[in-house]
């Protein structure tokens, strides 16, 4: 397979990181993004296909569990009149219906169940992707976006399950998602931080928040 641009950097030193009967996963040698070539994204109709078999709109005490791993941590560092958004918020928008009972205002977005686009014509104290940066094919573009979403200061709270070495990799369900993508490390974070001079913090094994400068 031929040689190919960093989704997130732009690099085109990438190697072979790992292979499996679906589809092969390439590393960058600057950012460290493990990532899936082009050929083998689904569809948007295919892409939706998958999310409709997750119970994502399910209010159920397991997932309310989950999304208070990353909605606790947040809601302790705002401010009480902070306002935030759910990027990829899902078919249940349960992050928001979550903060709303702490008091909290979250708008929600989703390209294919809150497809609303005048809720990315604001900006926020707060933006909280839960599960979805794995599924962004342009991680580059992602970026930007989500720094135009923030205002000065605001906070960044990105929850996914992060790459650990290429043989852990080789055993990871988490690759074995058609829809997951874009695989991220420590490594990709403090690259990340460092390119856009952002603060990094590793809150737990699979959630990481931001903070953009003042």
């Known amino acids: 397979m031929s040689i190919f641009s960093c989704a997130l950097c732009g690099g085109r030193s990438l190697y072979l990181f790992a292979e499996d ?30 999310y409709d078999k997750h119970d994502n709109g399910a209010d159920t005490p397991g ?25 990829g918020c ?10 709303a009972e702490q008091g909290f205002q979250f708008a929600n977005y989703d390209l294919y169940y ?13 933006v909280t992707l839960t599960e979805v940066i794995e599924h962004v094919a342009d ?3 992602l970026m930007r976006q989500l720094q135009q979403l923030l205002k ?16 852990a990799f080789g055993r990871w369900h988490y690759k074995n ?3 997951h993508i874009n695989f991220y490390s420590d490594e990709t974070f ?19 928040f931001f903070r953009l400068p003042d």
């Open 21 to 50: 009967r679906r589809r092969p996963y390439f590393r960058c040698r600057e950012c460290a993004l493990v990532q899936v070539p082009e050929p083998f994204y689904l569809s948007a109709t295919e892409e939706k296909a998958e």
């Open 63 to 87: 997932y309310r569990s989950f999304l208070s791993r990353t909605l606790i941590p947040v809601l302790a560092r705002l401010p009480a009149d902070a306002e935030g958004l759910d990027f």
């Open 90 to 99: 899902g078919a249940g928008a349960l992050l928001s219906k979550m903060a």
């Open 114 to 126: 809150y497809p609303d686009k005048a809720a990315l014509d604001r900006r926020y104290d707060c």
């Open 139 to 141: 991680a580059a573009c």
């Open 152 to 167: 000065p200061g605001g906070l960044l709270a990105v929850m996914t399950k992060r790459v650990l070495n290429a043989e």
């Open 177 to 179: 998602d058609p829809t």
């Open 190 to 208: 403090a690259w990340l931080a460092a390119e856009l001079g952002w603060q990094l913090e590793l809150v737990d094994k699979d959630v990481v």
